[in-house]
């Protein structure tokens, strides 16, 4: 059995196995770890991911692609070691997983905001992800030097590493873009925690500090706590009047957001 990717559906098979390779190695997986593999297509990060042992579940939206893996991969789902899930995984819930799991994915680029949010928002996260995305997306994300709502919004739940670009040609059919291999560890929700805040306090604060990206931050949060008061955080934690929300560390956003849900603090 054989098919062709769908362009509707975003499809791009990678056909490099040392990629495969090291995708696995680097999600770093014990004998018996649960691995939650997004969009297998035709099973070449599966087949690694299977001969180190792991225990794969993995979720499909192409039924063409759910048959050629049910056909491909019959001894190991007989043998408990796969399971392939035909949805979309948009609308799964990650409460089905059960215990502790990682996420290994090549997932579509337009999708890629929404399933990071679905994932590292939830009540039931994965430990960690190994993820191929575009590489325009991947170094935004990772990058230290200027944020964005995207990178801020990853970095508050764990540690992103850009791992290798991954050229057009290692695909079938060609993207019209290199992706990278982006390594996010650590994953937890600790940092809410640790600064007395809720998630959707600390994202309202966030979104607003980015709503104009050529104004100052002071003028884009005055709605949320009054210029007077931010300049008292500012002096406070020691930022210059004049930045802007891009030029903010992580550490940054959790101060200023601690102190305004927080007066009493300051």
Same mark, same amino acid.
């Given at each position: 059995? +054989?098919?062709?990717? #769908?362009?509707?559906?975003?499809?791009?098979?990678?056909?490099?196995?040392?990629?495969?390779?090291?995708?696995?190695?680097?999600?770093?997986?014990?004998?018996?770890?649960?691995?939650?593999?997004?969009?297998?297509?035709?099973?070449?990060?599966? +087949?690694?991911?299977?001969?180190?042992?792991?225990?794969?579940?993995?979720?499909?939206?192409?039924?063409?692609?759910?048959?050629?893996?049910?056909?491909?991969?019959?001894?190991?789902?007989?043998?408990?070691?796969?399971?392939?899930?035909?949805?979309?995984?948009?609308?799964?819930?990650?409460?089905?997983?059960?215990?502790?799991?990682?996420?290994?994915?090549?997932?579509?680029?337009?999708?890629?905001?929404?399933?990071?949010?679905?994932?590292?928002? +939830?009540?039931?996260?994965?430990?960690?992800?190994?993820?191929?995305?575009?590489?325009?997306?991947?170094?935004?994300?990772?990058?230290?030097? #200027?944020?964005?709502?995207?990178?801020?919004?990853?970095?508050?739940?764990? #540690?992103?590493?850009?791992?290798?670009?991954?050229?057009?040609?290692?695909?079938?059919?060609?993207?019209?873009?290199?992706?990278?291999?982006?390594?996010?560890?650590?994953?937890?929700?600790?940092?809410?925690?640790?600064?007395?805040?809720?998630?959707?306090?600390?994202?309202?604060?966030?979104?607003?500090?980015?709503?104009? #990206?050529?104004?100052?931050?002071?003028?884009?949060?005055?709605?949320?706590?009054?210029?007077?008061?931010?300049?008292?955080?500012?002096?406070?934690?020691?930022?210059?009047?004049?930045?802007?929300?891009?030029?903010?560390?992580?550490?940054?956003?959790?101060?200023?957001?601690?102190?305004?849900?927080?007066?009493?603090?300051?």
């Amino acid at each position: 059995m +054989s098919f062709i990717a #769908k362009k509707s559906l975003g499809q791009n098979f990678l056909n490099a196995p040392h990629i495969a390779d090291m995708m696995v190695k680097t999600l770093g997986i014990k004998t018996s770890d649960t691995v939650f593999e997004v969009g297998p297509g035709k099973g070449a990060l599966t +087949s690694v991911l299977l001969k180190d042992k792991a225990r794969v579940i993995a979720i499909e939206k192409d039924i063409r692609s759910v048959e050629f893996l049910q056909q491909t991969f019959h001894s190991q789902i007989k043998d408990e070691n796969l399971q392939i899930i035909y949805s979309d995984v948009l609308e799964f819930n990650p409460e089905k997983i059960s215990g502790d799991y990682v996420i290994a994915a090549n997932i579509p680029y337009y999708i890629t905001g929404e399933f990071l949010r679905k994932f590292l928002e +939830s009540t039931h996260q994965p430990k960690k992800m190994i993820l191929m995305l575009q590489k325009e997306v991947a170094e935004r994300i990772a990058n230290n030097k #200027k944020e964005s709502i995207l990178s801020i919004s990853v970095k508050v739940y764990g #540690k992103p590493s850009y791992i290798e670009t991954v050229p057009a040609h290692y695909f079938q059919p060609e993207p019209n873009v290199d992706s990278a291999v982006l390594f996010i560890d650590a994953i937890s929700k600790d940092f809410f925690t640790q600064n007395n805040l809720t998630e959707s306090h600390f994202f309202t604060i966030l979104k607003a500090g980015f709503a104009h #990206k050529r104004k100052v931050l002071i003028k884009n949060l005055e709605k949320e706590a009054g210029k007077e008061f931010l300049k008292r955080i500012w002096n406070k934690i020691g930022i210059s009047p004049n930045i802007r929300a891009e030029e903010l560390t992580l550490e940054n956003w959790g101060q200023i957001t601690s102190f305004i849900a927080n007066p009493n603090l300051l």
